[in-house]
C-alpha cells in the first residue's frame, strides 16, 4: 500500500482503527475492509444510491467519499436497523408490503428513509416519493416501497 | 389454512433487510487477487502489438495476459436449436486478430488489490489499425459493407415462421396497412453488477466459484471443460442475486477468465465489474427494425400478417445462439386469429456489444410492432382501436390452437384462455373506458392526454426439466434443494409454499436452497419464467414422494396397517384418532397406543433402522426431476393513459394497468410484485432508456446519467388484475410463469396512447419515445395540417399554437377524408368543436364506444 493514513471510523457505535491509502472510497472500507457487507455498490457514480449510509446521521453516498473523509465521524450502516430475528420497525414495513425483491437496493434505502424519517417524522405522500426517488431500484417499480415508508411513518418509526 | 394460493411474507427478506444477504462481492477469500479487464477503446480494427510491459513493472501486479498466452475455447452458444453454423461467429475470451466492439476484453491484468489491477489495466498500451465500422443491422446486409469477419457475411442467418399463404391474404385484402417501426437498443440493469470469485485447490484437483446464477449447471459444464476436470470437481456455490432480467448469469468472457486465472495462479481471483464496465460489457438486446403489413378484408378481420426484421446482434453470437430473433418471429401473430403469417429476421453482427435476452425478448419488440399496426389499421379502417382487437383477437372456442410453428425447439401450441374476456375484465376493472373519457375532455382544454392499450401473449414454463430434492432432518425441519436460482423474484417462498403444503409442516420450518450445485448435481436454471412453473412442479413431486414415505415409515411405527394416515402439524397422524380428537404420545408410559409420530421421529428411525424391520429404507427424502416438453402461453392486456408536455415533448405515465392470466397463483403478492416491477422496467424502455453509440462506434450511454432508469418520480401507482381462470395442462401446478408478462406490451401500450393525445395513431413509431422524437412528432403533425386546409378548404383558419393535426398515411385531398382519421385534434382556438361537427356518424358513434 502506498501512503497509508491511520483514521477512525465508529461503525454502528463500534470504534475501528486502520491504515487506509486515501483514494479508498468509504464504501470499500466498510465492505472489505471492516466486513459491514451490507452496504451496497451499484454504479461507483453516485447515481443508484445503494451505497447510502448515515454519516454524522446524514445520507451520503459512501461509493463518492473517501475512507479517510470518515476520520473521527460516526457512520451507521444497514446492520444497525434490526436483525433478521428482529427487524426494526422500517425493514418490518419493507417485508409487510412487499417492498423488495433482490434487496441490493434495499439497504440503500432503508438508511435514505431512516435519516429522512428522524428528520421528518409525519412527512407527505409527496414528499415520500420525493425522497424515495433519490435511489434507483430495477425489481419493485417503487410502489412496495412507496408503501412500506408511507406505514413506518404512520406508525411513528421516525419517532 | 393452504400456503399455496396466499400472501405470505417472503422468507428472504429478514437477511435482505439486514445486510445480511451472501451477493457475490461480499466473499472475500485469505490470499485472494484482483481481476481487472482491459478493454477495446475502439469499435473495430485490427489488433496490433499489446505493449504490457508498463503494467508488469507496476508494484502489485501478479500477471497480465492477452490472447497470446492462453488458448481458450470460445464463449459457446447455450440455447439455439442448431449453433453449428455459429460457430466462426462465437466470441473468443480475449480478442485474437482483432477488436469487433468498444468494451471487447483484450487483455487481463491480476493484482493484490483492485486499485493497482485498475491502475495495471490503465498502462497496458494497445495499437489499432482502425478500420469503418458497421452501425447497423441494415446497413451490416447492405452490399459494401465492411465485413466484421474474414470472408463471412455480416448476415450471420435468416430466421423465419410462416403458416398459411401469405401472398394470396395480401392480394385478396380490403385493406393493407403497412409501417416500419424501430425498438432502439436497451439493456437490463440489474442494479448489482457482476461480480465472480474462483478458488482452485491443488489437493482436491477441485475449483469453487461464487457469484454464478442463472444457469450455473450449464456454467460449470463449461469451466470445467475449459479447465479440462469432471464438472463435479467444479462446485458453484448458492449466492444472493441483485436482479437478473435475463443478462444476469449467461457465461461471459469474465466468467472462464476469472477460473483459469485461479488455477493458473494458484491463488483466489476476484472481479467485481463497475458501472460504465456492465454497460459495455453485458448483454444488451432488443435493437430491431420492422418493416410490418396486415391484410384485413372490408370487414376489418385480420387476413394475415407479413413481417420482416432486422436484428442487430452486436458483434459476436453469445451464449443465447438465435433465440432473440426466433422468438420475435414465433411469437409475434400473438393472441390474435389470422389464416396467413409470414416472419423473417435477418440477424446481423454490428461493431456494438453483442446481444442476448431482455425480459421478454422477442415478445417486446414484437409486440410493439404488431399494436403498432393494428392501431394504424383501426384508424385507416376507421374502426376503434379496441373493437378492430375484440374482431380479432382468438376466442375461448379457438383454442388449444396449434400454430403449426416451433419456438425454442417446441412446438407452439396455445393452451385454453378467454382473451377477449380478460380484455373486457381488464377494462372494466381499471375502469378505461372513463379514462378515455377523461383523456377526451383534457384535450378539448387543449392538454395533450391520450389513452392506450395492447393485447399480447407471452411464453413460459420452458424445459426441458428442473430437479428438486427434499430431505427431512431429525428435528422435522425440511430442506429443499432445486436448479433453478434465486434471482430475487421470490422463488425461496414459492417452493417452500408448495413444499410445505404437502409435508403438512408450517412455513418456517422449510428452507429452500438454489442454485447450489454440490447440493444438487443436476440442474437447468432460472430464466423465461420457469422456476414456479418447472422448479416447482419438480419440488411438488419430490414434495409427495417424501410424504409417501413417511406416511409407508409411520404405519409401521404406530402399527396402524393400512389405516389412512395424514401428515398435519409437522406429523403423520391417524385419521380415525384424528377424528376422535385424542392425541396421545407414541410409546410412553403404556398410554393409549401411539396414534401420531413427528416427521423428525420418522427421518431418525429411518436412519438408523434395525436390520430385518418392515420400515422403508431412509433417509425421509426424495429427489424428483420434471421435465415438459411443451411451454405454457400466459397472456395479458394492458392499459395507459399519459399526459405530454407540448413544449418540453416529455411525457408522463398518469394512469397504468396490467392484467394477466397466470393459470395459479402460488403467491398472489409475488406475482404482483414482478408485474409493477416488469411495467416500471416497460416504461424505463418505452420513454427512456437507449444504448446509443456515435458514428465511429463509440458508446454514448455508458453511466447511468445517460442510461437513464426509471425512478420513484416517474412511477404511476400501476394497477393489477391477476386472473387464475385457465390452470395449465403442463404442470400439476396449473401455473404459468409470471415473470415477464409485466414489461411484454409496455412499448406498445404507452406508443399507442401518445398516438392517442397527438391525434396521430399511427406514430409513434421508435421507442424510446424521447421528448426530441415527441417534439419532432409534434412538428411533423402541425406542419401537415397547415398543408392539408391549404389542399382542403382554404376558407378553414389553420390551427394554430400547440395545435396538432391529422395523422395520415396518405395526406387526404378532402376535408371528410380528414374525419376517418380520429378525432384526437387538439387546437389553441374552438376550431376543434367545428371538426368534430363534421364527423361522419359511423367514425363519430364508433368514437363513443372506445
Known sequence: MTDAHSIRITVNGTEHELAVEPRRTLADVLRHDLAYTGTHVGCEHGICGACTVLVDGLPARSCLMFGVQADGRSVETVEALGTPEELGPLQQAFTDHHGLQCGFCTPGFLMLVT????????????????????????????????????????????? | MSYVGSRVGRLEDPRLLTGAGRFADDEDRPGQLWMRVVRSQVAHAMLGAVDTSGALALDGIRAVLTAADVSLPPIPVRVSP???????????????????????????????????????????????????????????????????????????????????????????????????????????????????????????????????????????????????????????????AGGGFGVRGELYPEDILVAYLARLLGRPVKWTEDRAEHLVAVNHSRDQAHRIAGAF????????????????????????????????VSMLPGPYRMASFEATAHVAVTNKTPCGTYRAPGRYEGTFARERMLDTAASVLGIDPVELRRRNLLGPGELPCDRSMRALGTDVVLDEGDYPGLLERAMTESGYLSWVQEARERRCASRLVGTGMAVFLEKSGLGPYEVAEVQVDHAGRVQVTVGGTSLGQGIETVLAQIAADVLGVCL????????????????????????????????????????????????????AGDAELRLAGGRVNLASAAQAGSQGQPGERGGPAAVSVTLGEIAAALADRPAGTDLPPGPLGARREFSVDHMTYPYGVHLAQVEIDPGTGAIRVLRYFVAYEVGHAINPATVEGQLVGGALQGIGGALFEEVAYSPEGQPLTASLIDYLLPSAHEAPDVGTLVTEDYPSRSNPLGAKGAGEGGITAVGAAIA?????????????????????????????????????????????????????????????????????????FVTGSCHLRSLRERLPEQAHESQQQG
Open chain 1, 115 to 159: 435519516a429522512f424519517l428522524r428528520e421528518t417524522p409525519s412527512p407527505t405522500d409527496e414528499e415520500i416519493r420525493e425522497v424515495v426517488a433519490s435511489n434507483l431500484c430495477r425489481c419493485t417499480g417503487y410502489q412496495g416501497i412507496l408503501r412500506a415508508v408511507r406505514a413506518a411513518a404512520d406508525d411513528g418509526a421516525g419517532s
Open chain 2, 82 to 240: 442448431d449453433p453449428s453454423d455459429l460457430l466462426a461467429y462465437l466470441q473468443p475470451v480475449l480478442a485474437q486478430g482483432r477488436v469487433r466492439y468498444v468494451g471487447e476484453p483484450v487483455a487481463v491484468v491480476v493484482a493484490d488489490d483492485p486499485y493497482q489491477a485498475e491502475d495495471g489495466a490503465d498502462l497496458v498500451a494497445i495499437d489499432y489499425a482502425e478500420l469503418a465500422p458497421v452501425r447497423d443491422a441494415r446497413a451490416a446486409c447492405g452490399a459494401g459493407a465492411p465485413q466484421l469477419f474474414h470472408r463471412l457475411p455480416n448476415e450471420v442467418a435468416v430466421v423465419t415462421a410462416s403458416f398459411g399463404d401469405v401472398a394470396a391474404a395480401f392480394r385478396d385484402a380490403a385493406h393493407v396497412v403497412e409501417l416500419d417501426v424501430v425498438i432502439g437498443r436497451q439493456t437490463a440493469v440489474p442494479i448489482e453488477p457482476r461480480s465472480l470469485l474462483a478458488e482452485w485447490d491443488e489437493a482436491g484437483q477441485s475449483l469453487d466459484v461464487w457469484g454464478a446464477t442463472k444457469v450455473p449447471h450449464f456454467n460449470r459444464r463449461v469451466i470445467a471443460e475449459v479447465l479440462g476436470i469432471p464438472p463435479a470437481q467444479v462446485r458453484m456455490h448458492w449466492c444472493d
Open chain 2, 297 to 328: 378484408d372490408s370487414g376489418g378481420r385480420l387476413l394475415a400478417i407479413r413481417d420482416e426484421i432486422w436484428h442487430d446482434n452486436g458483434a459476436y453470437i453469445r451464449t443465447h445462439g438465435l433465440t432473440v430473433p426466433e422468438l420475435t
Open chain 2, 508 to 559: 418456517d420450518n422449510v428452507r429452500v436452497i438454489a442454485g447450489d450445485t454440490e447440493m444438487l448435481g443436476d440442474g437447468v436454471g432460472s430464466w423465461a419464467s420457469r422456476s414456479t412453473v418447472v422448479g416447482g412442479s419438480a419440488v411438488l413431486r419430490a414434495a409427495e414422494a417424501t410424504g409417501a414415505l413417511a406416511r409407508q415409515a409411520a404405519a409401521v411405527l404406530l402399527g
Open chain 2, 752 to 824: 399507442s396512447a401518445v398516438g392517442d393525445a397527438l391525434g396521430t395513431p399511427s406514430v409513434p413509431t421508435r421507442l424510446p419515445i424521447t421528448p426530441e422524437r415527441v417534439c419532432q412528432l409534434i412538428d411533423d403533425a402541425q406542419r401537415r395540417i397547415c398543408s392539408l386546409f391549404e389542399v382542403a378548404d382554404s376558407s378553414e383558419d389553420v390551427l394554430l399554437g400547440n395545435g396538432l393535426g391529422a395523422d395520415s398515411i396518405t395526406v387526404p385531398e378532402r376535408l371528410d377524408k380528414l374525419s376517418v382519421l380520429g378525432d384526437g
